[in-house]
Structure formats: structure tokens, C-alpha cells
T-cell receptor, first 113, second 114 residues
Framework: LAKTTQPISMDSYEGQEVNITCSHNNIATNDYITWYQQFPSQGPRFIIQ???TKVTNEVASLFIPADRKSSTLSLPRVSLSDTAVYYC??????????????FGRGTSLIVHP | DTGVSQNPRHKITKRGQNVTFRCDPISEHNRLYWYRQTLGQGPEFLTYFQNEAQLEKSRLLSDRFSAERPKGSFSTLEIQRTEQGDSAMYLC????????????FGSGTRLTVV
């Protein structure tokens, strides 16, 4: 499994855009990048998944450069409710059933008023 | 469908006692995963099932841990002879065929061993 590296914590203010970068230098050809969000006392929640370039949904955008050795989760105009831990995962979801979401320590984002 | 349901939400037990947790996945999901999470750490994978078959159990933490999914629907995780180090949040997730973006987690069972 490709190892991921994320900042342990980040601080932001309401209304700002937040970018969380994840490094995954040994990502494999078939690996996808998936981001999860976790609030205290809840299970992780899927945010976004991508393979290359840019993916956008109603919650976030995911930017993946051509070499795919890193990715950036972008949260537009954060609010206090975006305070959570964000996890970057790398793996091949079509790997014949052996894909198991593997979490690191994640990035603790605190949004201030 | 109300998502993945885990019961109980909280469990306090004395050291040495056995505990069992239950997970009810999303009904059409054939895969079910168990994770453990301690404070400040990400979820740690324990085991998973495809239907009733347990396909990976080498990462169960010790032989005191066991899991079942007898009819391919709900699952139970049992910890025998609990120790204080077993105190953690135990999370269950389910998915349909493991496509990477369809994993749904429950809210977990918080175990405290005193």
C-alpha cells in the first residue's frame, strides 16, 4: 500500500478556502486517491475520490498533478462545521476485492470564527 | 435504509469480561469491515467479510478478537477477556463490491475497560 503523508493539523477562519495536501510518492498506476472526513464520535465519511487532474463535487475539489505523487483537497469557504479530521487514502478500488481503506493519522482542521 | 447501525454506542466493562458488538450494514452492501480507533489515531483495519465469508482476519489484534457474519447480513465482533488496552472506538463499515467511494461507516461503539 502506498504510504501517505499529511500535515498533522491546520487552522483556518470562517469563509476562507482551505487546501490540505497529501504526499504519496509511491502511488501505483492503478491507485485512486480518496479523502474522508471524520467528526468526533462519528465514523469517517467519504468526501471525494479521484485518479488524475481535477475532480469537483458539491463539497470539495481534489487536485492531482500529472505525476500523481501528491494531491490537494480544497474546501471552499469553510465554516465552523468543517472542523474535523481529514484523511487521505490511496489504493486500487478495482483490485479484485482486496482494496481495504487504510487510514493514517489524518489532518486535524480547526476553523475559527 | 438508515445507514450502518452499530450497537451498543457505548460499553463499559470490567477487565477480564467478554464483550460483543453488533453491526448492521446497509442492506444491499455485501462487504463489511471492522476497524478500531484509539484517541488521536486513524481507524485501524481489523477484518472484513464478503457476504458471510471472512476474507481477511490476519490483522485481528490477538486471538481474543473474533468476528462473525453468519448469514451475510449483520456482523458481531467479540473480545474475550478484555484488557484495559482494548479501550477504543470500534467502527464498522460496509460497501458494495469495494469500489473505493462507497464505504459507509457507522458511528461506532466506544468501549471502556475498567
Amino acid at each position: 500500500l502506498a504510504k501517505t503523508t499529511q500535515p498533522i493539523s491546520m487552522d483556518s477562519y470562517e469563509g476562507q478556502e482551505v487546501n490540505i495536501t497529501c504526499s504519496h510518492n509511491n502511488i501505483a498506476t492503478n491507485d485512486y486517491i480518496t479523502w474522508y472526513q471524520q467528526f468526533p464520535s462519528q465514523g469517517p465519511r467519504f468526501i471525494i475520490q479521484g485518479y488524475k487532474t481535477k475532480v469537483t463535487n458539491e463539497v470539495a475539489s481534489l487536485f492531482i498533478p500529472a505525476d500523481r505523487k501528491s494531491s490537494t483537497l480544497s474546501l471552499p469557504r469553510v465554516s465552523l462545521s468543517d472542523t474535523a479530521v481529514y484523511y487521505c487514502l490511496v489504493g486500487d478500488p478495482a483490485s479484485g476485492g482486496s482494496y481495504i481503506p487504510t487510514f493514517g493519522r489524518g489532518t486535524s482542521l480547526i476553523v475559527h470564527p | 435504509d438508515t445507514g450502518v447501525s452499530q450497537n451498543p454506542r457505548h460499553k463499559i466493562t470490567k477487565r477480564g469480561q467478554n464483550v460483543t458488538f453488533r453491526c448492521d450494514p446497509i442492506s444491499e452492501h455485501n462487504r463489511l469491515y471492522w476497524y478500531r480507533q484509539t484517541l488521536g489515531q486513524g481507524p485501524e483495519f481489523l477484518t472484513y467479510f464478503q457476504n458471510e465469508a471472512q476474507l481477511e482476519k490476519s490483522r485481528l489484534l490477538s486471538d481474543r478478537f473474533s468476528a462473525e457474519r453468519p448469514k451475510g447480513s449483520f456482523s458481531t465482533l467479540e473480545i474475550q477477556r478484555t484488557e484495559q488496552g482494548d479501550s477504543a472506538m470500534y467502527l464498522c463499515a460496509s460497501s458494495l463490491t469495494g469500489n473505493g467511494d462507497g464505504y459507509t461507516f457507522g458511528s461506532g461503539t466506544r468501549l471502556t475497560v475498567v
